[in-house]
């Protein structure tokens, strides 16, 4: 897991308002490992937004939640995780993130590449997932006392990711400096 902190701008004439100009996001990273231990290069991607983040510890343990990227031509937005320029004459392939509940408070991840619905497809021609020789699906379960971990990281984070603690923090701040003597 890893952030994606959010972006700011600065507007007025003298340039002191500050202004978010793009929202944080959270990337979940799968990487293979093999005898000589993890392939940290070697990754598959999934960014959430911190809605889906919410989402997503909201929902667990109770109800697996499933988010899915259509990975086409069109260049990333603020929700897809990687920037695709040409997929392929077939652009139907479709980047899934599925985190489902199991048995002793334990949740289970994947990643997978599906194509009408059947999963385990090649990466698009043109993605690092595909240069790298990466294969999917890849699964990762996490522990209760992972998930926990997890979860509370996911938490705190969604302020951060949405520019919330930044902006606040420049109110007071101002506020501070502006009071009445």
Known sequence: MKPMIPKFKTSGQDGNIINL??????MFQFSPTSSSGIK?????????SAEELGLLVSQLPYHPVTFVRELTSRQGSAFNDEKYDIVSDDDSVMKTFIVTPIEGASVHFEIDFKKNG?????????????ANGLSAPMR???QAGEWEVLKSLAQE??????????????????????REV
């Open 157 to 178: 984070s969604i302020p951060y990711l949405l520019g919330w603690r930044k902006l606040m923090d420049i109110a007071i701040e101002d506020a501070i400096k502006n």
């Open 21 to 26: 100009s793009e929202r944080g996001r959270m």
């Open 118 to 130: 059947i999963g385990g497809q090649m990466p698009p021609a043109n993605s690092a997932e595909r």
């Open 40 to 48: 940290w290069n070697e990754n598959i991607t999934f960014a959430l």
């Open 140 to 142: 990762v379960v996490l």
